[in-house]
């Protein structure tokens, strides 16, 4: 008897990413044994009871023979369960169970419970995208997940809760139904984000704020406990601009990586990350273990709130530096590494000294040597690759009985507005937001006027600026120029982003 060979599709999820799989099964007479090769690892290995188990209780035959399953290419590491409904599926064909031709134009991803029950894996998002590079016309999966992969246009989500069910598809017949989405009163409730209204004072902070939203600049607010930088913080996402189509996409799929319960619909409100300062750099940037994705990846497109940023381990808050300046991190493996996107903003909060008063006349209490010891604690190329450094002092009694400044509602408005704005001048050259722009564009979009000129000068002739320093200061000019809605950068616009960018901390030019 001459073996027959099956080809099924399916997909390894790398990092953010998936990679295409063929699962060559070839059965022929011989000696009862399966085996799985193509860089498998244990938990794939594993399948082989799984698989056999579930086609024996879905009513099928078992093929007493001599079985290989390739999963190629077999560069390509193969990780986790999701290959075991492809596995099956690919055994049945071969096996003369199910038409082999059935396979050519559909991916199949799910792990196999025993009794043949299909159960959903992470990175469904990204298989579903796959499925459309691929060129293949359905993905057939699990019910649990398939809304998720129904966000994905041009691909037909075949639903199926058993083996035999994704058997009945392959063979033309109709998916199971899919399941309900949640009503408005079972999902769950949302809190409502802080308002800026509760801000009383701090001007210099709020504009900050504000600014810092408006063209996505990292920000370190320093002063004394009490004062309220926790709260600005807080606030941030009440006055950031939704997510687009795109960026909602790119954050469901980390999520669905990091393995997290997915809603029915996109969530198009921003990130926002606050680990303890207690966080390792692994678990800040990522770890080794796949699918092990850090805080930095998590805030993608979102926002990075460190409180008490001096109390952060040296190490972990050095390995902040490429991820800020390249908007992605590389998780090296002893066999490969992975690329994660990390386009986030870093906003930070300090004390300016151990005490926390400094600065404050007859509060603090701090030896020159631990002030010396503070300042160390946050390196100066870290502090480089910060836009903002907006100092939040006490304020007067009489002011916190006042008003405050502004509402989020307002905030927000003006946000989009500067967005909107910055959406336009960058059509065409791959960014959304000023603090993303290069050398190059500096030059084509920040025109400064002979004051200006001069001041930019002078702030380098006296060491306050680095290269670095200095076009991040024209960032946050041209933010403060569009809030303003001026189309040039005037000397008002840089002088209020240079006010806002202190001597401390500042750099050589030839520092990173």
Known sequence: MIGVLARAHTFAIDGFESRHVTVEVDVRPGLPNFRVVGLADAGVREARDRVRSAIINSGYQFPAQRIIANLAPGDVPKVGPGFDLALACGVLAASGQLPVERLDSAALFGELALDGSVRPCQGTLAAAQGTVRAGLDTLVLGAERAREAMLVEDVDVAVVERLSSAVRVLEGGSPDPLPEALSEEEAPATRPAPDLAEVLGQREAVHALIVAAAGAHNALFSGPPGTGKTMLAQR??????????????????????????????????????????????????????????????????????????????????EALRQPLEDGHVAIARA???????????????????????????????????????????????????????????????????????????????????ARECQAARFCDQGITVNAQMDARMLRAHVKLDERAEGMLLAARGQGLLSVRGQHRALRVARTIADLSHSKRVEARHLEKALSLRPQTGLVDDDVR
């Not at 954050?251 to 921003?270: A, C, F, H, S």
């Not at 300090?350 to 946050?378: D, F, I, M, Q, W």
């Open 236 to 317: 941030l996402p009440s006055i950031m601009p939704p997510l687009n189509q795109s960026e909602a996409v790119d954050v469901l799929r980390i999520r669905t990586i990091k393995g997290e319960e997915m809603p029915d619909q996109l969530q198009y409100e921003r990130p926002f990350r606050a680990p303890h300062h207690t966080v390792t750099t692994a678990g800040l940037i990522g770890g080794a273990q796949r699918g092990w994705v850090g805080e930095i990846v998590l805030a993608h497109h979102g926002v990075l709130f460190l409180d008490e940023l001096a109390e952060f381990a040296g190490p972990t808050l």
């Open 335 to 417: 066999r490969h590494s992975i690329v994660y996107p990390a386009r986030f903003m870093l906003v930070a909060a300090t004390n300016p000294c151990k005490c926390g008063y400094a600065g404050v006349p007859g509060r603090c209490r701090c030896s020159y040597k631990e002030l010396a010891r503070h300042r160390r604690r946050l390196s100066g190329p870290l502090l480089d690759r910060i836009d903002l450094f907006p100092r939040v002092r006490h304020e007067d009694p009489g002011v916190l009985d006042g008003k405050s400044l502004t509402t989020s509602a307002r905030a927000r408005g003006a946000v989009l507005e």
